[in-house]
């Protein structure tokens, strides 16, 4: 199946709690990024991962979390959640070696109350 | 922090025009890149510009970079009611396993029918 995946597509948490979004990349990808995007804004850097390992991180504080699986899937996880945090959070995936720009998911939209 | 920032924020035009949106950026890139998301989904990638090129076009879509200016366009000819979306142009100051892309706040278009 060709296409970025995201789970689950809605989620609603409380301050405080723990929560973990999935991606499966791409077919033929090898590298995830996350994106945070609020309401009227660009997407932000979160990470990127490449090779199971971290590739790089933008402006966010260590209770943003990831990991990479053998088969280029992902997780992101946020602990502690701040109200802040609410927005969609999207994965984006692409080839190093046939780089042409980022395949991005749907997005997972959450919300903190 | 976001690099890239577009002009005008909001366009509204008919169908059948075309649409100019520009955008700036503040450091040296590898390449720009041009997305389109509907409704807060996931992001569409649009066209990919390196560094190295002046112009380039995909369909509808014409894009031009002036890297001594730090400047792109974007123009979406021939304009359909389906092309209602928030466009954004992203930096990119590497390719590859390395890239991370520098989002700006986008523009939103609406074509009337």
């Known amino acids: 199946e060709t296409g970025v995946t995201q789970s689950p597509t809605h989620l609603i948490k409380t301050r405080g709690q723990q929560v973990t979004l999935r991606c499966s990349s791409q077919s033929g990808h090898n590298t995830v990024s996350w994106y945070q995007q609020a309401l009227g804004q660009g997407p932000q850097f979160i990470f990127q991962?490449?090779?199971?390992?971290?590739?790089g991180r933008g402006n966010f504080p260590p209770r943003f979390s990831g990991l990479q699986f053998p088969n280029y899937s992902s997780e992101l996880n946020v602990n502690a959640l701040e109200l802040d945090d609410s927005a969609l959070y999207l994965c984006?995936?692409?080839?190093?070696?046939?780089?042409?720009?980022?395949?991005f998911g749907s997005g997972t939209r959450l919300t903190v109350v | 922090s976001q690099q890239g920032e577009e002009d005008p924020q909001a366009l509204s035009i008919q169908e059948g025009e075309n649409a100019t949106m520009n955008c700036s950026y503040k450091?040296?890139?590898?390449?720009l890149q041009w997305y389109r998301q509907n409704s807060g989904r996931g992001l569409v990638h649009l066209i990919l510009i390196r560094s190295n090129e002046r112009e380039k076009h995909s369909g509808r879509l014409r894009v031009t970079l002036d890297t001594s200016k730090k400047s792109s366009s974007l123009l979406i000819t021939a304009s359909r009611a389906a092309d209602t979306a928030s466009y954004f142009c992203?930096?990119?100051?590497?390719?590859?396993?390395?890239?991370?892309?520098?989002f700006g706040k986008g523009i939103t278009l609406s074509v009337r029918p």
């Open positions: 991962y490449y090779r199971e390992e971290e590739n």
């Open positions: 450091t040296s890139i590898n390449n």
């Open positions: 992203a930096t990119d100051w590497m390719s590859g396993a390395n890239s991370k892309l520098t």
């Open positions: 984006a995936s692409s080839s190093p070696t046939f780089f042409y720009g980022y395949t």
